[in-house]
């Protein structure tokens, strides 16, 4: 499975850690520094993961960038038309850090046909383009309660002073629902 990982500069940190991840996942990565990007189309058997984030912001997009398989959005910056109609990974659990299950994910969506499907919440659907990932919280694909897209479930760290203890939610900005675990 062999994959290559484009970014910017400024997001090498995460890319790194996405590469690690990927790997674990089974994939065979090779980081593509943009603008020194590889030019021209890779070859049929290689998928691109575009590492998506705010760094991008005024870069020129050119077709050689925008024929990535799977984008990976690190912060809430808006992929650009070209790639909005394709689903992709929203790494909601903060920058450089990429769990597991996100990888797995990242690496089905390049290659349906090599890796089984993974446990994700809500109800995905083949319209479904967003998968968030929060990661001890797992992947959503919507909110459980109102069926909301993923975009709009938002990560939040608080503290329980009752118990005294540190907890990592999920919360929907649609209807409320939360989710949450210890830190």
């Known amino acids: 499975m062999h994959t290559r990982l484009t ?27 943009w603008p020194t990007a590889a030019d021209g189309a890779p ?49 909601a659990q903060g920058r450089g850090r990429v769990s597991d299950e ?17 446990p994700v919440r ?6 479904t383009l967003a998968i968030s990932d929060f990661g001890p919280l797992g992947l959503f694909a919507s909110c459980p309660r109102c069926g909301g897209s993923s975009e709009r479930l938002r990560p939040y760290v608080t503290v329980d ?3 005294d203890r540190a907890l990592r939610l999920v919360v929907c900005g649609a209807c409320d629902w939360q989710d949450g675990c210890e830190l």
Do not use: C, K
């Not at 400024?10 to 520094?33: I, M, N, S, Y």
């Not at 809500?122 to 319209?127: C, L």
């Open 7 to 33: 970014h910017q500069r400024q997001d090498e940190r995460a890319a790194f850690a996405l590469a690690d991840a990927l790997g674990r996942a089974g994939a065979d990565v090779v980081p593509d520094v």
């Open 161 to 163: 002073h009752h118990y």
């Open 122 to 127: 809500g109800n995905p659907t083949e319209s």
């Open 43 to 91: 070859d049929p058997e290689t998928v691109v993961v575009l590492l998506w984030s705010a760094a991008w912001g005024r870069t020129p997009t050119e077709p050689g960038l925008l024929g990535a398989h799977v984008p990976v959005r690190l912060d809430d910056t808006p992929l650009p038309s070209a790639l909005a109609g394709l689903r992709h990974v929203r790494l």
């Open 102 to 118: 996100a990888a797995a994910m990242i690496v089905r969506l390049g290659f349906p046909a090599l890796v089984p499907p993974l």
